[in-house]
């Protein structure tokens, strides 16, 4: 069962949400804990499946890969084998940042970065082997608001 957060802990999650190489130290002190019943409670946060990881940030574009697409993804077989077949697939290739199932017309939204309209292109085939029957892309532009911390609030 999880713990109820409290406003230590939506303190603890925020802070770490800005800036997840925060110093335990450092955590400790602005929420006012001692450095060990700090870490005690961001493990128990890791545990409960609050936290479920901490990472870098990474610039598609510094990195080499400028072209950043959404597509929507119609599966022409929706029998839990090809579901699983297709979760594997997409799994597996490097330039689908995240993929979601949906509800709608569409079956799944997956957020792309290639190199290169080749890449896209090919990744696209690679999406129709793996069950895609219509794949559906719309090239990313600008982010008007990038992601966000979760709002946290104690319950």
Partial sequence: MKTPLDEIDCALIALLQERGDTPNLELARTVGLSPAATSRRVT???????????????????????????VLVALTDHSAEADARFARAVADMPGVLRA???????????HVATASPQDLHRLVLG????????????????????SAPVPVTTV
Wanted: aromatic share 2%; charged share 25%; net charge positive.
């Fill in 127 to 146: 999406l129709k082997r793996a069950g895609a029957g219509r794949a559906l892309t719309m090239l990313r532009l600008q982010a008007i608001k990038p």
């Fill in 44 to 70: 128990r946060l890791r545990a409960e499946g609050v936290i479920e990881a901490v990472r870098a940030v990474v610039s598609p574009d510094a990195v080499g890969l400028p072209l950043q697409a959404f």
């Fill in 100 to 110: 979601d199932t949906i509800s709608g017309d569409q079956d799944a939204l997956l």
